[in-house]
């Protein structure tokens, strides 16, 4: 969710630290037999990529294999859709919890995993904001945490995390934040943008480059220049792009086409995407030196309903943001109200919670949220309302529920999404708007 008139956080902000259950992982068969992984965090990833908290070195074993992290007593973990599987006593574990001591097969490879009696220490922020960002729970006081340290650096940043987590308003709030602010914050969106117009989007075109170049156009790349560029969606990047773009990261140098020198350009690099890349990389569809390039430094967004605590702290910060009425802001911003909403599943995330929000605001009254979950259809029919009202209103359900199920079964991919669907791309756009999915 990007939000307007975002705050420059002050510097200086005290940190508090928060107690996590540790555990190791020590590699039991395969290369290597005897290495450990036992570092102070929540999180391993366990691959062959030399990004990879744990490396293990075996051709068995995917690029980006399996993540785990700790949750309790217990281990989650979690298949990066790897090449050979992720198994624990001859069972393939997909995504699921383990306890001390099992031992998880990787290819030929093989890593114990126990939970310490210790504990371990992380950073947390003492802030409730980080420019449109608040919250008070672990998670986001943790994110806000790394954003401090992140924001003054010049480190190129990938942020993860689900639609309408906020990716486009950490990418301006680090922006906001960092030497670079007075500088132009560039936005490029890649997922809405069509391939054949990405190239000079990004790198510009010389006059006759191509039909209908009639005059030159300065790319994102050059715009951003002494400021940031912000690579929404980076995840639907074409392959034949992906080179491209590579060489711009490693040499800060673009050529645009038709043009025969190159562009020196002082920038820096934010990133964003639904999607896992490392997935992504498994599967061939992006590149592992351009993955290795963009996530130097990698943030990950955690998604509403883990967050449940935060809600009467967003909803009165979002109806603030709406400019709600004092009445709507005292009747949206009751506690009975705000435990309706953190009952939902949100799958828009914060920027859906806005959009709910912003139409309780609008019709002055109070809405339940939609959920996924289709009701009977006796009961999805609120015969209180006006007849227009409920038409409304189970339009939007069905809108909200087709669309999901249709880009979650195409792996975010809204081009195929369209093209499975027989919708017009730019109105799948619309309605992935219009219901706060994207």
Same mark, same amino acid.
């Given at each position: 969710?990007?939000?307007?008139?975002?705050?420059?956080?002050?510097?200086?902000?005290?940190?508090?630290?928060?107690?996590?259950?540790?555990?190791?992982?020590?590699?039991?068969a395969g290369p290597k037999v005897g290495q450990i992984w036992a570092n102070p965090s929540e999180r391993c990833a366990v691959g062959s990529h030399p990004s990879n908290d744990l490396i293990i070195d075996d051709p068995t074993v995917s690029?980006?294999?399996?993540?785990?992290?700790?949750? #309790?007593?217990?281990? *989650?973990?979690?298949? /990066?859709?790897?090449?050979?599987?992720?198994?624990?006593? +001859?069972?393939?574990?997909?995504?699921?919890?383990?306890? #001390?001591?099992?031992?998880?097969?990787?290819g030929h490879a093989q890593i114990r995993i126990d939970v310490d009696a210790g504990k371990a220490e992380i950073d947390e922020s003492e802030r409730e904001q980080f420019g449109s960002l608040v919250g008070t729970s672990p998670q986001m006081r943790e994110l806000f945490s790394q954003l401090e340290k992140v924001a003054p650096t010049d480190a190129t940043v990938l942020v993860e995390g689900e639609t309408g987590t906020g990716k486009e308003g950490?990418?301006?709030?680090?922006?906001?934040? =960092?030497?670079?602010?007075?500088?132009?914050?560039?936005?490029?969106?890649?997922?809405?943008?069509?391939?054949?117009?990405?190239?000079?989007?990004?790198?510009?075109?010389?006059?006759?480059?191509?039909? #209908? &170049?009639?005059e030159r156009r300065i790319g994102a790349f050059e715009q951003a220049s002494k400021g940031t560029i912000f690579l929404d969606e980076i995840g639907e990047l074409p392959p034949d792009l992906q080179p491209k773009l590579l060489r711009a990261l490693e040499s800060r140098e673009i050529r645009?086409?038709?043009a025969r020198d190159t562009v020196r350009c002082d920038l820096r690099i934010i990133a964003?995407?639904?999607?896992?890349?490392?997935?992504?990389?498994?599967?061939?569809?992006?590149?592992?030196?351009?993955?290795?390039?963009?996530?130097?430094?990698? /943030?990950?967004?955690?998604? /509403? %309903?883990?967050?449940? #605590?935060d809600m009467p702290l967003l909803v009165h910060h979002l109806l603030a943001r709406l400019r709600a009425p004092t009445t709507a802001i005292a009747d949206l911003?009751?506690?009975?109200?705000?435990?309706?909403? &953190?009952?939902?599943?949100?799958? +828009?995330?914060?920027? @859906?919670? %806005?959009?709910?929000?912003?139409?309780?605001?609008?019709?002055?009254?109070?809405?339940?949220?939609?959920?996924?979950?289709?009701?009977?259809?006796?009961?999805?029919?609120?015969?209180? =309302?006006?007849? @227009?009202?409920?038409?409304?209103?189970a339009?939007?359900?069905?809108?909200r529920t087709y669309v999901t199920a249709l880009v979650d079964r195409c792996r975010g991919n809204?081009?195929?999404?369209? *093209?499975?669907?027989? /919708?017009?791309?730019?109105?799948?756009?619309?309605?992935?708007?219009?219901? +706060?999915?994207?």
């Open positions: 969710m990007t939000e307007p008139n975002v705050t420059r956080p002050t510097t200086g902000t005290a940190t508090r630290r928060r107690a996590i259950r540790r555990f190791h992982v020590t590699v039991v690029r980006f294999h399996c993540e785990l992290s700790i949750n #309790g007593d217990r281990v *989650r973990v979690r298949d /990066l859709a790897s090449r050979n599987g992720t198994f624990a006593n +001859g069972i393939t574990i997909t995504d699921g919890a383990v306890g #001390g001591g099992t031992v998880i097969q990787l950490v990418a301006e709030a680090i922006h906001e934040a =960092s030497p670079r602010a007075a500088g132009r914050f560039v936005v490029v969106d890649c997922g809405a943008i069509p391939a054949n117009l990405l190239e000079s989007e990004l790198f510009g075109h010389e006059q006759g480059a191509f039909t #209908g &170049a009639t645009r086409i038709g964003a995407t639904n999607r896992d890349l490392r997935k992504e990389v498994n599967a061939g569809t992006f590149r592992a030196d351009l993955y290795y390039r963009l996530a130097v430094v990698k /943030l990950e967004l955690p998604a /509403l %309903r883990d967050r449940p #605590g911003g009751s506690p009975d109200f705000i435990a309706t909403l &953190a009952a939902a599943s949100w799958p +828009g995330n914060v920027r @859906e919670l %806005r959009n709910h929000l912003e139409q309780c605001v609008v019709f002055g009254e109070r809405r339940a949220p939609n959920t996924l979950a289709t009701p009977h259809p006796s009961s999805a029919i609120d015969i209180a =309302s006006s007849y @227009e009202v409920a038409r409304r209103q339009i939007d359900a069905f809108e809204v081009a195929q999404a369209a *093209r499975d669907s027989g /919708l017009n791309r730019a109105y799948l756009h619309r309605l992935l708007r219009r219901h +706060g999915l994207r």
